[in-house]
């Protein structure tokens, strides 16, 4: 008789079990909608759907921080980290409201929440200025890297912090280097927003020289954007001495001379411009004697191709190179030159003499001097001219040297 009546109550469970999975069914999906509501709803719809929910709690002193009344959005953020002891957001809303009256208090729950998450944008931007106001630049520096990692439409007034920082105050600048050099995301934007800004230059001479000191250099396209910008500007002297301490490139009257594609930032290295008939590239030289400069030119165009800044000092010097045609050799159509760039007077030319023999490699010299006067900076620059009809021209350039002519001594 005993299995019958267990059969019986097992029977009976299973014509429960789907009125029961009904009303789970029922109760998930109402949670589901609590949820959302809670989520999204306007606050005052939210509040009468779950008036005991923390998150609930924490958006409606939210709100009230908002509309500016602080007595209430202090005590519902109270309650509402009373129900949800970690919420952020009620914790940043409670060091907010009581800022004004405590702010050694609101600087532990603003702390607090601002290590919680990063992602407190209110948080930090309230951190930001409290640790300026206490000088400390580590801080500041720290909770701005926070707000700039995530957040594009801060960078301006985030990067004017960075600058007039270290422009206006010398002990900010170790702090803005230490956050550069392991390269952050907003690295590059804010270096490219020093190109301009009476501070700039400044700025960018001091983390040049602090970042070369880490592990995060100024890469050569960061620098020679430096370079650049302060070439266009005319800031020559202080371009002399922005190389001269940072060695990049290192010291050299010519950096690649040899053409082998060494590393370094213009416009202290080669800068190579094609344009309408007219080619230039470092390349395999002929009879794979290593690297050397191509040229190619239809003869009609004119036009700087390769160029490079050079800082020679006051006084005589040589100008050495080789060269080898493949066409148009017996009408070259182009020349080296050296100009001051203070005044653009060429003080130097070479143009290679018509080539009989195009096979072989020939010798080209010029010698010349650097006035002591408006000539700290100068180009050396090959240009091609335009002949009476096109005309192809191929050649190859080597072993370039500018070397310092010592005074010669005569005998009887």
Same mark, same amino acid.
Request: hydrophobic share 45%.
């Given at each position: 008789?005993?299995?019958?009546a267990?059969?019986r109550?097992?029977?009976? =469970?299973?014509?429960?079990?789907?009125?029961? =999975?009904?009303?789970?069914?029922?109760?998930?999906?109402?949670?589901?909608?609590v949820?959302l509501?809670v989520?999204?709803?306007?606050?005052?719809?939210?509040i009468?759907?779950?008036?005991?929910?923390?998150?609930?709690l924490?958006?409606?002193?939210?709100?009230?921080m !908002?509309?500016?009344?602080?007595?209430?959005?202090?005590?519902?953020?109270?309650?509402?980290l009373?129900?949800?002891?970690f919420?952020?957001?009620a914790?940043?809303?409670?060091g907010?409201?009581?800022?004004?009256?405590?702010?050694?208090?609101?600087?532990? $729950?603003?702390?607090?929440?601002?290590?919680?998450?990063?992602?407190d944008?209110?948080?930090?931007?309230?951190l930001?200025?409290?640790?300026?106001?206490?000088?400390d630049y580590? *801080?500041?520096?720290?909770?701005?890297?926070?707000?700039?990692?995530?957040?594009?439409?801060?960078?301006p007034?985030?990067?004017?912090?960075?600058?007039v920082?270290?422009?206006?105050d010398p002990?900010?600048?170790p702090?803005?280097?230490?956050?550069?050099?392991?390269?952050?995301?907003w690295?590059?934007a804010?270096?490219?927003?020093?190109?301009?800004?009476p501070q700039?230059?400044?700025?960018q001479?001091?983390?040049a020289? *602090?970042?070369q000191?880490?592990d995060?250099?100024?890469n050569?396209?960061?620098?020679?954007? !430096?370079y650049?910008?302060?070439?266009?500007?005319?800031?020559?002297p *202080?371009?002399?001495?922005?190389?001269?301490?940072l060695?990049?490139?290192?010291?050299?009257?010519?950096h690649?001379?040899?053409?082998?594609?060494?590393?370094?930032?213009t416009?202290?290295?080669w800068?190579l411009?094609a344009?309408?008939?007219?080619?230039?590239?470092?390349?395999?030289?002929p009879?794979?004697q290593?690297?050397?400069l191509?040229?190619?030119? %239809?003869?009609f165009?004119?036009?700087?191709?390769?160029?490079q800044v050079?800082?020679?000092?006051?006084?005589p010097?040589?100008?050495?190179?080789?060269f080898r045609f493949e066409a148009?050799?017996?009408?070259?159509?182009f020349?080296?030159?050296?100009?001051?760039l203070?005044?653009?007077?060429?003080?130097?030319?070479?143009s290679?003499?018509?080539?009989? %023999?195009?096979s072989?490699?020939?010798d080209?010299?010029?010698?010349?001097t650097?006035?002591?006067a408006?000539?700290?900076t100068?180009w050396?620059? $090959?240009?091609t001219?335009?002949?009476?009809r096109r005309?192809?021209?191929?050649?190859?350039?080597?072993?370039?040297?500018?070397?310092?002519?010592?005074?010669?001594t005569?005998?009887?």
């Amino acid at each position: 008789m005993q299995p019958r009546a267990v059969g019986r109550t097992g029977g009976g =469970l299973r014509a429960w079990a789907p009125h029961v =999975l009904t009303v789970l069914l029922i109760w998930l999906g109402w949670q589901m909608v609590v949820g959302l509501l809670v989520q999204r709803s306007p606050v005052e719809t939210a509040i009468r759907v779950a008036p005991s929910s923390g998150q609930v709690l924490s958006r409606a002193a939210e709100a009230e921080m !908002v509309a500016g009344r602080v007595d209430a959005a202090r005590d519902l953020a109270g309650m509402a980290l009373r129900a949800a002891p970690f919420d952020v957001r009620a914790l940043r809303v409670l060091g907010l409201a009581v800022a004004r009256t405590d702010p050694d208090a609101a600087d532990e $729950l603003l702390t607090l929440a601002g290590n919680w998450s990063l992602r407190d944008d209110p948080s930090h931007a309230w951190l930001i200025r409290r640790r300026l106001e206490q000088g400390d630049y580590a *801080g500041a520096f720290g909770h701005a890297d926070a707000l700039a990692r995530r957040r594009e439409d801060v960078h301006p007034r985030i990067f004017q912090l960075f600058t007039v920082a270290v422009a206006e105050d010398p002990r900010a600048a170790p702090h803005l280097i230490a956050r550069l050099a392991p390269w952050p995301n907003w690295r590059p934007a804010y270096l490219e927003s020093l190109r301009t800004g009476p501070q700039a230059a400044q700025v960018q001479a001091t983390l040049a020289l *602090g970042l070369q000191r880490t592990d995060g250099p100024l890469n050569d396209g960061e620098l020679q954007t !430096v370079y650049g910008e302060w070439l266009r500007q005319g800031r020559l002297p *202080g371009l002399r001495e922005l190389r001269r301490r940072l060695r990049r490139p290192p010291p050299a009257t010519l950096h690649d001379g040899g053409f082998e594609g060494r590393a370094g930032p213009t416009p202290f290295n080669w800068i190579l411009e094609a344009g309408p008939g007219v080619h230039a590239e470092i390349s395999a030289g002929p009879e794979s004697q290593g690297k050397a400069l191509f040229l190619e030119t %239809d003869g009609f165009s004119t036009r700087t191709v390769v160029s490079q800044v050079l800082l020679l000092d006051p006084g005589p010097y040589r100008l050495d190179g080789r060269f080898r045609f493949e066409a148009g050799g017996r009408d070259p159509r182009f020349s080296w030159s050296i100009r001051c760039l203070e005044t653009n007077a060429v003080i130097a030319a070479w143009s290679p003499t018509a080539a009989q %023999d195009q096979s072989d490699w020939a010798d080209g010299r010029a010698e010349f001097t650097v006035p002591a006067a408006n000539c700290s900076t100068q180009w050396l620059e $090959l240009k091609t001219r335009r002949g009476a009809r096109r005309s192809a021209v191929v050649a190859w350039f080597d072993t370039f040297a500018l070397v310092p002519v010592t005074a010669k001594t005569t005998g009887n």
